[in-house]
């Protein structure tokens, strides 16, 4: 059986880390050169760098930053954040980058996928879906947004997970914007309605608040991976409890980095 994965993201603005709620992104949540090396110490499976204001201001990421999180991790990086074309992906990927993370720049040009996966083969290749529930939408219905949760492209979740799919993107992050923050727990709904749909790795991201919520995603969601910040960065949990805890409840873990 494959092993899930634990993932930590480091959201990344100013040149320091920062946390909030549904994307408000308010609260200095430390250094992310010194929470790269930590997490890369204490068994985290991957590490995101996200730039989350490089789409909202135009501009690229910051690649002094990302230079020194890469020097401090020895596990697969992906980097997201104002990437617009390829070249722009080679540079990521020249830095220290395993897999590049799109969003805004996919929704607005969907060709840049497949661009990508051609060049540096699907596996590099993640696709990044901030979602956010439409109310009263029954069935249920997630929108996309970009630029960070600012902007609503109207575009159905599901529908474009697929098409990203059909595209070349080898991964999925599903964001969950009403989650954010919250540590309520991940949104379950959209992620069983993704999986199912798609037949990519889905990673689980936003509203992790206690060890219950990474089995739920893994039991519940069919998540492959599960990505959280606040709950790992103040040190609420370290990944080796999360994972001691999620082996004994029989989900398939890397522990030889013990």
């Given at each position: 059986?494959?092993?899930?994965?634990?993932?930590?993201?480091?959201?990344?603005?100013?040149?320091?880390?920062?946390?909030?709620?549904?994307?408000?992104?308010?609260?200095?949540?430390?250094?992310?050169?010194?929470?790269?090396?930590?997490?890369?110490?204490?068994?985290?499976?991957?590490?995101?760098?996200?730039?989350?204001?490089?789409?909202?201001?135009?501009?690229?990421i910051m690649r002094r930053v990302l230079e020194e999180v890469a020097s401090q991790v020895f596990i697969p990086l992906t980097v997201g954040g104002g990437l617009r074309n390829t070249d722009d992906m080679f540079e990521m990927l020249r830095a220290g980058?395993?897999?590049?993370?799109?969003?805004?720049?996919?929704?607005?040009?969907?060709?840049?996928?497949?661009?990508?996966?051609?060049?540096?083969?699907?596996?590099?290749?993640?696709?990044?879906?901030?979602?956010?529930?439409?109310?009263?939408?029954?069935?249920?219905?997630?929108?996309?947004?970009?630029?960070?949760?600012?902007?609503?492209?109207?575009?159905?979740?599901?529908?474009?997970?697929?098409?990203?799919?059909?595209?070349?993107?080898?991964?999925?992050?599903?964001?969950?914007?009403?989650?954010?923050?919250?540590?309520?727990?991940?949104?379950?709904?959209?992620?069983?309605?993704?999986?199912?749909?798609?037949?990519?790795?889905?990673?689980?991201?936003g509203g992790a608040g206690n060890l219950e919520h990474f089995y739920e995603a893994f039991s519940e969601g069919g998540a492959h991976a599960v990505l959280a910040a606040s709950i790992f960065h103040y040190k609420d949990f370290t990944i080796g409890q999360?994972?001691?805890?999620?082996?004994?409840?029989?989900?398939?873990?890397?522990?030889?980095?013990?």
């Amino acid at each position: 059986m494959l092993t899930r994965r634990i993932i930590p993201c480091l959201d990344v603005k100013d040149g320091r880390n920062m946390r909030g709620v549904k994307f408000s992104a308010d609260k200095d949540a430390g250094d992310p050169v010194e929470l790269a090396d930590y997490y890369n110490r204490t068994g985290a499976d991957e590490l995101v760098f996200y730039d989350i204001t490089a789409s909202a201001e135009r501009r690229g990421i910051m690649r002094r930053v990302l230079e020194e999180v890469a020097s401090q991790v020895f596990i697969p990086l992906t980097v997201g954040g104002g990437l617009r074309n390829t070249d722009d992906m080679f540079e990521m990927l020249r830095a220290g980058a395993d897999k590049v993370s799109l969003n805004t720049a996919a929704v607005d040009h969907p060709n840049l996928i497949s661009e990508g996966a051609e060049r540096f083969g699907s596996q590099c290749i993640v696709l990044s879906i901030d979602a956010l529930r439409v109310p009263d939408s029954s069935p249920s219905r997630w929108a996309v947004w970009t630029h960070g949760g600012r902007r609503n492209t109207g575009k159905d979740v599901l529908e474009w997970s697929q098409l990203g799919v059909e595209l070349g993107a080898g991964e999925i992050v599903m964001n969950s914007i009403d989650a954010d923050g919250t540590r309520d727990g991940y949104d379950l709904e959209l992620l069983n309605t993704v999986t199912k749909a798609v037949s990519v790795p889905v990673v689980a991201s936003g509203g992790a608040g206690n060890l219950e919520h990474f089995y739920e995603a893994f039991s519940e969601g069919g998540a492959h991976a599960v990505l959280a910040a606040s709950i790992f960065h103040y040190k609420d949990f370290t990944i080796g409890q999360a994972k001691a805890y999620l082996d004994e409840k029989g989900i398939p873990m890397r522990t030889d980095y013990e």
